[in-house]
């Protein structure tokens, strides 16, 4: 039986068995307590055996990490903390682990000193909770589209075309580093590779999705991404999942109201069913917290911001809006922030969005209408010629969570920007084909995968939501 199970059942002195890892063994000369947990639940069942039933050799083997079998009678518990034990019959060690050599001894270990662990990090309370809840999102995602029709697009992940035209993308190749073949110009010859030309890791599947929606009329893509941007934050993998819905005929109102919909309902889905787990980590958020200066803490505790987002609609605003707010606000004014605010143009950099979120809002702010200079070439144009219809959500500690647009539809009006923007046409033609053949309003965006978990977990660092994290110079497990 699953220690999730277990727990729900009332005990009765019926015969089960569990298995699990052992997290801690205490107890006399009597008798021996031990915490089992199977990662069903955050929570263990204690089991209790009695040392005249077991042989002392046993005992000794099951200690903080090891792996055992236990056949026993589930009864109402004796103890506070717990409603039902497992009174051991037998138990059978499957897995022996050196107490001295295990690192997860049973005290308060750092993320930092985990994360070297990532092996056995899932064997912590944290990290199994978080990666539950991981794994909930991930369907609830799924189960968001599928309620609202929309179809699963599995997008390539090697790819020739780089959607933003960054260039922060990773290469693949089979030539032979040590020996490139090079053509008559002394460059190398990329017809020799072997998908016949230049490849790259996908920086995003929306360009592909765009040719889904425009048929299929409603899709998403949930993928690995890459970005080989050398930007050692918080906030940023090398390797991310992301979301990417791509609908015909919705424009930047309809867009930005169903990735509000979208949000609240992961999060509303994460409170109906993970209870638990939600619980263990607001108390463990509070408990971080209060090691930090007052002024660091956050106003709202998990639970409670959790909540707070699902009730209040997100704040909309343009970006000439948000540049006028954050001109005439007193950390400008004061020269608080590391990039002070002068005008129209300006990138708004997480200082910024976390002032408009958390000081001026405190709440979810979406922001619309971005400076064509500081958005992408496919982002639809407006009629001021100077802004396009993109939006980004920001999100109370996590800065931006969302990216997306109307999407340029208007052929002529797109290959002028490309033309701008030095975007190789030729490379980009079915792009451009449907523009030419049917083209129609339509509208999209991004979630990157990590940041919605990190939020509903009140983790504070990209690298512990992910199973194994992938950032510049560490790419081990
Ligand atoms: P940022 O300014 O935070 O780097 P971005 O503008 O590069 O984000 P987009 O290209 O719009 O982001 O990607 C869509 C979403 O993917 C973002 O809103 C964010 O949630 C997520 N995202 C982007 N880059 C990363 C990364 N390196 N690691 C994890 N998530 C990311
Ligand atoms: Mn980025």
């Not at 059942?9 to 089992?36: D, M, P, Y």
């Not at 200690?63 to 497992?86: D, F, P, R, W, Y």
């Not at 968001?144 to 929309?150: C, E, I, Q, R, T």
């Not at 460059?187 to 889904?212: C, H, M, R, W, Y």
Request: aromatic share 10%; with cysteine; charged share 30%.
């Amino acid at each position: 039986m699953k220690i999730k199970e277990i727990l729900e059942s009332e005990g009765k002195g019926q015969k089960i068995n569990a298995k699990g890892w052992v997290r801690t063994r205490r107890g006399s000369k009597h008798v021996s307590f031990i915490a089992l947990n199977d990662g069903s639940s955050i929570n263990s069942i204690q089991v209790v055996a009695e040392a005249s039933d077991f042989d002392e050799e046993l005992v000794k083997k099951i200690t903080t990490g090891s792996c055992i079998s236990v056949n026993g009678k589930l009864v109402a518990s004796k103890g506070s903390g717990q409603a039902v034990e497992i009174l051991a019959s037998s138990i059978e060690v499957l897995g022996t682990s050196d107490s001295e050599e295990y690192p997860l001894q049973p005290k308060k270990h750092s993320l930092e000193f985990l994360r070297e662990k990532a092996h056995l990090r899932f064997r912590t309370n944290t990290f199994s909770a978080v990666f539950r809840l991981r794994h909930a999102l991930n369907f609830a995602v799924h189960k968001f589209f599928n309620d609202k029709g929309f179809y699963n697009l599995h997008t390539p992940i090697i790819t020739g075309a780089d959607a933003e035209g960054a260039g922060e993308i990773f290469q693949v190749t089979n030539l032979d580093l040590e020996n490139l073949p090079k053509n008559e110009e002394g460059k190398i010859d990329f017809s020799a590779d072997f998908f016949g030309s230049k490849t790259n890791l996908t920086v995003s599947g929306q360009l592909e999705a765009e040719l889904g929606a425009l048929a299929l009329g409603q899709v998403y893509t949930f993928g690995p991404t890459f970005r080989a941007e050398n930007s050692n934050t918080s906030r940023h993998l090398s390797e991310f999942w992301m979301i990417e819905p791509e609908v015909a005929f919705a424009d930047l109102n309809e867009n930005m109201d169903l990735a509000e919909e979208f949000l609240k309902y992961c999060i509303q889905y994460c409170i109906e069913n993970n209870a638990d787990d939600l619980q263990f980590l607001d108390a463990r958020m509070e408990e971080e917290e209060s090691k930090l200066r007052k002024e660091d803490r956050s106003e709202m505790g998990l639970l409670e911001r959790l909540q707070f987002v699902i009730e209040n609609n997100f704040e909309r605003l343009t970006y000439r809006e948000a540049i006028d707010v954050l001109r005439n606000s007193k950390p400008n004014k004061k020269n608080k922030f590391q990039y002070p605010i002068n005008g129209f143009g300006d990138d708004l950099q997480s200082e910024h969005e976390r002032y408009l979120v958390e000081k001026k809002y405190k709440k979810p702010v979406i922001i619309t209408d971005y400076p064509k200079g500081i958005k992408a070439f496919y982002m639809r144009m407006n009629e001021d010629n100077e802004t396009v219809r993109a939006m980004d959500i920001l999100f109370p500690t996590i800065g931006e969570i969302i990216g997306g647009s109307q999407r340029e539809e208007r052929l002529e009006k797109l290959k002028a920007r490309m033309e701008e923007m030095d975007i190789c046409q030729k490379e980009l033609w079915w792009y451009l084909e449907t523009r030419k053949f049917g083209t129609c309003t339509h509208s999209g965006f991004g979630l990157g995968f990590e940041r919605l978990i990190m939020f509903v977990t009140g983790m504070k660092n990209i690298r512990d939501v992910i199973p194994f994290p992938r950032t510049p110079q560490n790419a081990e497990f």
